[in-house]
């Protein structure tokens, strides 16, 4: 097979850094050379180390390159709602969001919107997606077919969802477990691609339809589950409320036994110290989307706090609730919410957080989220310099840490040279 010689500026996380000074976490190496071949990393050098006489070779110097960004939490059927206008979150779920996802009942739209998701997904480097479809079949069975045809790493699920929502919109506890076992059986393990089990959120799934959830991730333990947590306070008034019998929010789930290892849990705001104790327990994940806890006025999310009590914290952008695409701006944001409580978001973390961080989070470490030989050939290629006030920023830069600062707090998907999926150039000119 061919072979691919990309020589760049390359970075690569081996741990979470613990401190500014942790230059140990990670192996930057200025001339390198990373060796491409079926999709597979095969060398990870100094370039001038590396044999590869018949490889093809690729030239991205001055430009940096690292593993290709991996999210976490995103709606594939909210695209077109980013930027409505709404007090918060129920409002804006009720007014714009659910009536959107109505729309992808329609295959033909499904299938035209799955390529401009992972196009837009590509432009802004990010090579792994965790992503909810819609409540419909449909929508999950677009999203897979056009990942495989790319040969991209991807994780989505039908959304369960059977009460408190449009007409258009809902499913039967048992049709959303008998569509939710026909996509597993037919997409799960496939390629790249894996299955998450989705019931939205306590609000719209009926204790029956619970029940089917929790069969569905006791037949599945290798399947991820995905769901909302603690956003903000009228949902978690209304989720108690329906669910009386739960001690709190997140008891709601571990009654039904949704709350394991793979399980990722949008937002986790709100958490009482016991929650916090019944989540780290079971290992569940929380999910940290600052774009779309700042739009929608949710809260700040206690990033210390999770970590000091043995979580370990995924972090996304929520498209259509999150703003950007952009794992960088997500990152921007994120340093904010960080900075209101205290809390510093460090280049080094910040940058291992959206790759290998996310991978470790997602139980995905041995595959993405490193340029480590034999993993998968994911990684993105950006430019600290690409607009004016980057460029000026970086007249300034003395160190790896001010380039990282500045892609970091200023950079989005023009600061994306370039996007590798399985070794595949995949960024529109
Ligand atoms: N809670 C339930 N559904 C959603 C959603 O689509 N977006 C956000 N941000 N929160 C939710
Ligand atoms: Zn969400």
Same mark, same amino acid.
């Given at each position: 097979m061919t072979q691919t010689l990309i020589r760049a500026r390359l970075l690569s996380f081996d741990r979470d850094p613990?401190?500014? %000074? +942790?230059? @140990?976490s990670f192996r930057y190496i200025e001339d390198g050379g990373l060796l491409v071949e079926d999709g597979i990393i095969r060398a990870f050098d100094a370039y001038a180390r590396i044999n590869a006489p018949n490889a093809q070779i690729i030239d991205h110097r001055p430009h940096l390159l690292m593993p290709g960004f991996i999210d976490t939490h995103l709606h594939f059927p909210q695209m077109q709602v980013i930027a409505s206008w709404a007090a918060e979150l129920l409002d804006w779920l009720n007014d714009y969001t659910f009536p959107e996802e &109505? *729309?992808? =009942? %329609?295959p033909e739209l499904c299938a035209r919107m799955a390529a401009v998701f992972l196009d837009m997904l590509a432009a802004h480097g990010t090579t792994t997606a965790v992503a909810y479809a819609s409540v419909h079949a449909a929508s999950v069975e677009a999203l897979f077919t056009e990942a495989l045809r790319r040969n991209m790493r991807l994780i989505t699920g039908k959304v369960m969802m059977d009460r408190n929502a449009p007409d258009g919109l809902l499913d039967t506890a048992q049709s959303g477990y008998d569509d939710s076992k026909a996509l597993i059986a037919r997409?799960?393990? *496939?390629? *790249?691609l894996g299955y998450a089990i989705t019931p939205r959120f306590a609000i719209t799934s009926s204790p029956a339809q619970m029940e089917a959830a929790q069969a569905l991730a006791q037949e599945h333990p290798d399947c991820h589950i995905q769901t909302h947590l603690s956003e903000n306070h009228a949902e978690i008034a209304l989720s108690c409320e329906l669910y009386p019998?739960?001690?709190d929010y997140t008891d709601i789930y571990a009654r039904y036994g949704l709350?394991? /290892?793979n399980a990722l849990l949008g937002?986790?705001?709100?958490? =009482?110290e016991r929650e916090i104790g019944a989540l780290a327990e079971a290992g569940a994940k929380p999910v940290f989307c600052p774009t779309s806890n700042l739009y929608l006025g949710s809260g700040l999310f206690d990033d210390a706090k999770l970590r000091k009590a043995g979580l370990v914290n995924a972090i996304a952008t %929520?498209? #259509? #609730? /999150? &703003? =950007?695409?952009s794992m960088l701006q997500t990152l921007a944001e994120g340093y904010k919410v960080l900075q209101l409580q205290g809390q510093r978001l460090h280049p080094y973390r910040a940058f291992h957080w959206i790759t290998r961080g996310n991978a470790v989070a997602l139980g995905l470490e041995g595959r993405i /989220?490193?340029? @480590? !030989? /034999?993993?998968?050939?994911d990684f993105v290629v950006l430019n600290a310099h690409a607009t004016p006030a980057m460029a000026l920023r970086m007249a300034r830069a003395r160190s790896l840490v001010d380039e990282l600062f500045t892609l970091q707090v200023?950079? %989005? +998907? *023009?600061? !994306? !040279?370039q996007t590798y999926v399985a070794g595949l150039a995949r960024k529109k000119g």
């Open positions: 613990q401190t500014p %000074d +942790d230059t @140990d &109505t *729309r992808y =009942s %329609d997409w799960h393990g *496939r390629g *790249r019998d739960a001690a709350l394991r /290892g937002h986790a705001i709100h958490l =009482s %929520d498209i #259509g #609730g /999150g &703003t =950007s695409y /989220g490193t340029l @480590d !030989v /034999g993993t998968e050939a200023m950079g %989005d +998907d *023009r600061a !994306v !040279v």
